[in-house]
């Protein structure tokens, strides 16, 4: 079943928890699908009015903001040993080559690094444990981390739910033309084709056929 449609299933309330503990896990350093969850949930919103999206924006935010902060403590206190141990749980998120990548990422930019992290999906699991181990001071990972969970949480809601609304009017209004197109798009494109193949077997049939060796 398709994410979507199994959200259409729960309660709006149920929604609103799902996305702010999916993307807190994710954001603590657990690899999770917390952007399909909230994009799915978004789309759901512009579709049916059960769902508030500044409630949705919201938990959303909490759950980025709060899960990074978690990161940070756990990575604090752990340090460079949690991420062999995260390694070896799930070493395709946490293999030696993508640690060094987002270390060097954050040895350039330092709490940028945080800040557009939030955007960048394998940044967005290190952010938090990482900048923890690296004791980054915790005022500059926490305003990187409040400014990048609003702007990336409450901005894809936004564009998402407006999307999702213009989207639907769109096709409501203009969902004749929008066959029109596809069917002389698909004649157009038959036409075309058969044209290309009718060439391409007559140069085959001018090509002059080279004489056998020794005649």
Request: aromatic share 10%; charged share 15%.
């Given at each position: 079943?398709?994410?979507q449609?199994?959200?259409?299933?729960?309660?709006?309330?149920?929604?609103?928890?799902?996305v702010?503990?999916?993307i807190?896990?994710?954001?603590l350093?657990?690899?999770?699908?917390?952007?399909?969850?909230?994009?799915?949930?978004?789309?759901?919103?512009?579709?049916?009015?059960?769902?508030?999206?500044?409630?949705?924006g919201?938990?959303?935010?909490?759950?980025?903001?709060?899960?990074d902060?978690?990161?940070?403590?756990?990575?604090?206190?752990?340090?460079?040993?949690?991420?062999?141990w995260?390694?070896?749980k799930?070493?395709r998120?946490?293999?030696?080559?993508h640690?060094?990548t987002?270390?060097?990422?954050?040895?350039?930019?330092g709490?940028?690094?945080?800040?557009?992290?939030?955007?960048?999906?394998?940044?967005?699991?290190?952010?938090?444990p990482?900048?923890?181990?690296l004791?980054?001071?915790?005022?500059?990972?926490?305003?990187?981390?409040?400014?990048?969970?609003?702007?990336?949480?409450?901005?894809?809601?936004?564009?998402?739910y407006?999307?999702?609304?213009?989207?639907?009017s769109?096709?409501?209004?203009f969902?004749?033309?929008?066959?029109?197109?596809?069917?002389?798009?698909?004649?157009?494109?038959?036409?075309?084709?058969?044209?290309?193949?009718?060439?391409?077997?007559?140069?085959?049939?001018?090509?002059?056929?080279?004489?056998?060796?020794?005649d």
């Open positions: 079943m398709h994410v449609e199994w959200l259409e299933t729960v309660p709006a309330v149920a929604v609103y928890a799902l702010g503990i999916v807190g896990l994710e954001s350093g657990i690899p999770l699908p917390g952007e399909i969850i909230l994009v799915s949930s978004a789309l759901l919103a512009s579709q049916h009015g059960d769902i508030d999206p500044v409630i949705l919201a938990c959303a935010t909490a759950g980025a903001i709060i899960g902060s978690i990161g940070y403590a756990i990575g604090r206190k752990g340090g460079r040993p949690l991420l062999a995260l390694g070896g799930f070493p998120h946490f293999s030696e080559a640690i060094a987002a270390e060097r990422s954050f040895q350039k930019w709490m940028w690094a945080v800040f557009f992290g939030r955007f960048v999906a394998l940044l967005r699991i290190f952010a938090g990482l900048a923890g181990v004791r980054m001071p915790y005022w500059k990972f926490l305003t990187a981390n409040v400014l990048g969970g609003i702007l990336w949480a409450g901005g894809t809601t936004a564009v998402i407006y999307v999702g609304i213009v989207a639907e769109w096709l409501k209004r969902s004749w033309l929008g066959l029109v197109a596809a069917v002389l798009i698909g004649v157009t494109s038959m036409l075309v084709l058969k044209r290309k193949a009718k060439k391409t077997a007559s140069a085959a049939e001018a090509t002059p056929t080279p004489a056998p060796v020794g």
